[in-house]
Every structure is written in structure tokens, then in C-alpha cells.
């Protein structure tokens, strides 16, 4: 055990609050807060200049002590973060979570490790954040950001219904400087509508449809 995870350890607050952080289940994906035991598996996917690049809170190069200190905080700060793995080998594919602002309201983010784009994870779990947002945590919207040079997931804010909010500057760990990025925000009435139109209930009470004579 380090000497970090030893202070730790020691203090009640940090066991309680990775309590207070749930396990999301979606169709694909299991997320869960980070625990000491992940730190050689999120160095493993974090330490990547394409992903860092793009994420305010990543450095890089990404170090066994950049995890445990995002551990760490996470336990002492209204940071929220999930591991992102599949449901079918645990594997560990990203991360995602959200900050619960004093004032304001809560902001989502997520990466992927690079070997995982493009099959809908990043998406997937950040409706799964986005509904225990609503569904649990009563918030009224929900708000992100985007580097104005990040389609891939500017797309993914999209599909979670997402809307435009204007243009702002980030500070990127990574970059050491800030960067223009594209802020959207999701209204709760809007959410709503979007899981109303999802609902399987009423597809279940949509007439059936008969072709010819065949019933
Ligand atoms: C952005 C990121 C999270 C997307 O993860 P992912 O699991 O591949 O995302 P999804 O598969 O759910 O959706 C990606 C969408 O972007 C689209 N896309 C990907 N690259 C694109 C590009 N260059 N231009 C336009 N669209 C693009 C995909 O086609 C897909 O849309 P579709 O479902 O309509 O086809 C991932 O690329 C990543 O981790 N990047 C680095 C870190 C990062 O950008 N984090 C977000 C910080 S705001």
C-alpha cells in the first residue's frame, strides 16, 4: 500500500463517499467508482497523448500517481467518477463522471480508450450518468463541453439530446494552456421527452400491424 492510499485509508469520509457513488448498469457496460487495485490498468488506457488532448483532467504522461491522486480527490471533492467496463470480462475500457457543483449545475465528461471507439460506449455510458443525474440526483440540467476540434464527441453530446449552449475556453491538463470548446446543456423537460419517446411501454401498447390476411 502507498503512502497515499495508507492516509486514506485512515479517514471515514473516503469510505463513505466511494459508497455514495452507485454501479451503473447499462445493456453493455458496468460503471463503478475506481478503487487503489485499478491504478495499473488505468495507467494502462489513460496514458495516451489522443485521449489527454482532448480531457480537461488528464496529464500525460499519465503516471500510477496521477491515478491515485484522481482517486483520492474523487473521495474528497463533489467529483463523481466512474470506471467505464464491459459487463462481459470487467475489462476496463474508460471513464466518465460527473462534478456536482455548490452552485450551478452538474458537469458529465468521458473518454475512451482508443482501442474502444466507435462501437457506441462512450454514448452508452454517458446516458447512464446522464439518467441517474436526473432519475436520482434531482438535477434540473445537466452541462458539458467539447473541443470545437472533437466531432467524435461533439456527436456523442448529440446523441444523448444534448443542445448547443455556446463557446467558452478550457484549461487542458495535458496542453498547459486553454482551448475554445463548444458547451451544451440538456434541460430536464427535454430528457424527459427523450425517455418518453424511448419507452418500451409504449411501444408495447402500439397497435400491431397485420399485412394481407395473416393475423
Ligand atoms: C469522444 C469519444 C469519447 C467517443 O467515444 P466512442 O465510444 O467512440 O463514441 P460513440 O461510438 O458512442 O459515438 C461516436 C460518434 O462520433 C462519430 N465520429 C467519430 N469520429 C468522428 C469524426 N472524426 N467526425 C464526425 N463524427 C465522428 C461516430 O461515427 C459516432 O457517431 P454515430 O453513432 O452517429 O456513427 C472517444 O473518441 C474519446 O475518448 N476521445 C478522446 C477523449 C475525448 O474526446 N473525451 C471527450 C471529452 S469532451
Redesign the pocket.
Known sequence: MTALETELEGRSGGDLKESSIPVLETERLVLRAPRFEDVPTIVAVANDR??AE??ANLPHPYAAKDAEKWIANAWASPDHPFLITLKTNGALV?ATGFVMPEFGDPEI??????E?????????A?RAVVDHLFADRGAEAVV????VV???????VE?CGFQWNGVGLARLKALASSVPVDKFRLERAVWASLKAWRDPILRRTAPKVVIGDRA
Open positions: 489522443r485521449v482532448m480531457t474508460g465528461g468521458y473518454w475512451l480508450a482508443a474502444h471507439w466507435g462501437r457506441g460506449y462512450a454514448t452508452e454517458a458539458t463541453w467539447a473541443r472533437n466531432p467524435a464527441s461533439r456527436r456523442v446523441k
